[in-house]
């Protein structure tokens, strides 16, 4: 067994990467269902992505490609930390921003833009893990609903959405069912991704630390967006008071989720990519082309 | 006329039981098995029920005429007994179904309307969204048609349809009775259970509600089981009438013989008293 600071590899005990593992499993035969796992105290609080970060740890090996994201970005705070425990505990492994060179992606907020591929492994990080808790405090008539997929009372939260909103106002945890029964919470991303979940190339793992539940959406799974037959599931357009779709101020995307930023000097509001790889990716792209122009 | 409801020996004891609680309570005695303590809050009860019928449960309160209701809808699980519901071609044997199962009746053949609307009825949503919630419940998923159906629910039950959007917080008494109603309605079930719907309602609002029952009862040919300790309700709606007295029926037959000749003293004396 490898050592590195004291702690085995990947900082679990080998027992509770084999708990963990044996979680995933489930989970995949039982695509959307949440498998209770008894999730770890790790060195840093419940609530920073530890669920996550469990999965990563029991999964990564030597010689994989770590890429950790936090609202799109590599290089804020959570992601920078996480990355480097991973990198600490797990000798051998590899780092990467890049979404096309990692082989585990371990992300919160965002799924990156670029499509995932069948050798890709996706791990989100979860808050809350059960779209009913909204409407069911008690968790023993949650699962029942589960169950029989009794999930009218998600649908009678849209009808008052819509009639109070006109229109269907959940942003981010948009409640979708998985391989046609059961509905996740997909984590905090926002609507804009949850279609990248349906038929998706890679496996993707969620995993909640402090609720301590495991679910996943297997590879060419259907995850499918609640909605009405007449109302149907939309995302995000970003377009502006004309109906034109905004652009990213930094690489011109017009395709990509985007953050609004207020400039500071003008007041002036920008967008731009929230996913940075692939904001730097378009720029390249469109550097290379206005070279090739020339 | 087509049967919708059979029950045999329906019991319902509320604690852990023993041998001698049925012998020992009675209309006679009291509810409470003197040996165990259990409470025995209806025995042997069994009663037969057609389609576009009334059925009316009457009794002082406490002799279990709710339990009868609670049980057939399945918010309290039966002791004893069997009970044969028949639909479409099919029979169902209530106190043998599985949860799925109660939960699929309970959401499309049976409506109940609570004496308590915060019971029936979810005060956090609009009016709308608590008949569209039956509808989602029965499988339809179409907004326009759910709210278009919502609509005509309330409409018929004489609810406002512009006030389908508010909270049942904003209603009067009366008007919450009608939106549960509208509710029940909504999937055309053949059987509803209505326990005290008029009670504790002004007496024009209940003769108003009275005379919406009778109507639906008339129009859809809907079944229904009357539970009340109002004398006059079961007058006006009840076909046949249930007596009970500590968990057990005393008395049992067409509204109008009972009411004309009660034969057990218990009834005589409700009837003389509500002369
Ligand atoms: N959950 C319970 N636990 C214990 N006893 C109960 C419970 N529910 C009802 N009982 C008892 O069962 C008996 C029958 O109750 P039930 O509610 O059926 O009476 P009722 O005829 O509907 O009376 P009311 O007119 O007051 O509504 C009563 O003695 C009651 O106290
Ligand atoms: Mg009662
Ligand atoms: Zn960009
Ligand atoms: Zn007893």
Request: hydrophobic share 35%; aromatic share 8%; net charge negative.
């Amino acid at each position: 067994m490898s050592q590195n600071n004291g702690y085995p590899f990947g900082f679990l005990d080998e027992y509770a990467k084999k708990e963990v593992r044996r979680s995933v499993l489930k989970a995949i035969a039982l695509p959307g269902y949440q498998v209770p796992y008894s999730s770890r105290e790790m060195p840093m609080g419940r609530g920073f992505g530890t669920g996550g970060l469990q999965l990563t740890l029991a999964l990564i090996g030597p010689g994989e490609v770590l890429k950790v994201i936090d609202q799109g970005s590599d290089d804020s705070v959570n992601a920078v930390n996480l990355r480097s425990f991973v990198e600490l505990t797990c000798p051998g492994i590899a780092t990467t921003a890049k979404t096309e060179e990692a082989s585990l992606i371990q992300s919160r907020h965002r799924i990156p833009e670029k499509a995932l591929n069948d050798r890709q492994l996706l791990v989100l990080q979860v808050p809350y893990p059960d779209p009913l808790s909204v409407v069911e405090p008690s968790e023993d008539r949650r699962k029942a609903m589960h169950g029989e997929a009794d999930y009218a009372r998600l649908l009678v939260k849209l009808y008052e959405d819509i009639v109070k909103f006109k229109e269907i106002t959940i942003s981010h945890r948009y409640p979708t069912r998985i391989n046609g029964h059961y509905i996740i919470d997909p984590s905090p991303i926002p609507r804009f991704d949850v279609p990248k979940l349906h038929q998706s190339a890679a496996l993707a793992l969620l995993g909640a630390g402090r609720e301590k539940k495991i679910y996943a959406v297997p590879p060419y799974t259907d995850a499918v967006p609640i909605a009405f037959d007449d109302i149907p599931f939309r995302i995000e357009d970003f377009n502006d008071d004309q109906g034109r779709r905004r652009t990213c101020q930094r690489c011109g995307c017009q395709t990509s989720y985007l953050d609004e930023f207020i400039d500071s000097t003008s007041g002036e509001k920008l967008y731009q990519c929230s996913d940075i790889d692939w904001c730097n990716d378009q720029l390249t792209a469109t550097q290379h082309l206005e070279e090739v122009d020339i | 006329m087509k049967k919708i409801l059979e029950v045999n020996s329906f019991s319902k004891v509320y604690g852990s039981g023993c041998d001698c609680c049925f012998a020992e309570t009675g209309p006679e005695r009291t509810n409470i098995c003197p040996g165990c303590g259990s409470v025995v809050a209806a025995h042997d009860v069994s009663f037969s029920l057609h389609q576009g019928e009334i059925l009316g449960i009457m009794g002082e309160s406490g002799s279990g005429k709710s339990t009868v209701v609670k049980s057939l809808f399945f918010d309290e699980p039966a002791s004893w007994g069997q009970a044969s519901f028949y639909d479409n071609g099919s029979r169902y044997d209530l106190f043998e179904l599985n949860r799925a199962q109660q939960r699929q009746l309970r959401s499309q053949r049976f409506g109940m309307v609570y004496q308590n609307p915060h019971l029936g009825l979810n005060f956090a949503i609009s009016a709308g969204g608590n008949i569209a919630e039956r509808l989602l419940v029965a499988g339809d998923s179409h907004y326009q048609r759910i709210r278009s159906r919502a609509q005509d629910l309330l409409q018929r039950t004489e609810v406002l349809p512009e006030r389908m959007d508010e909270i049942p917080r904003n209603f009067s008494g009366g008007m919450q009775q009608r939106v549960q109603i509208a509710k029940a309605l909504a999937t055309d079930p053949p059987l509803l259970f209505l326990d005290e719907v008029t009670t504790g309602l002004d007496l024009s609002v209940q003769a108003a509600i009275l005379d919406l029952i009778l109507e639906i009862q008339h129009e859809l040919q809907t079944a229904m089981i009357v539970v009340t300790h109002d004398l006059g309700v079961i007058r006006l709606l009840a076909d046949r009438t249930l007596v009970m007295k500590y968990g057990r029926i005393i008395e049992a037959g067409l509204t109008d013989q009972i009411l004309e000749d009660p034969q057990h003293a218990y009834t005589q004396r409700l009837v003389a008293s509500a002369l």
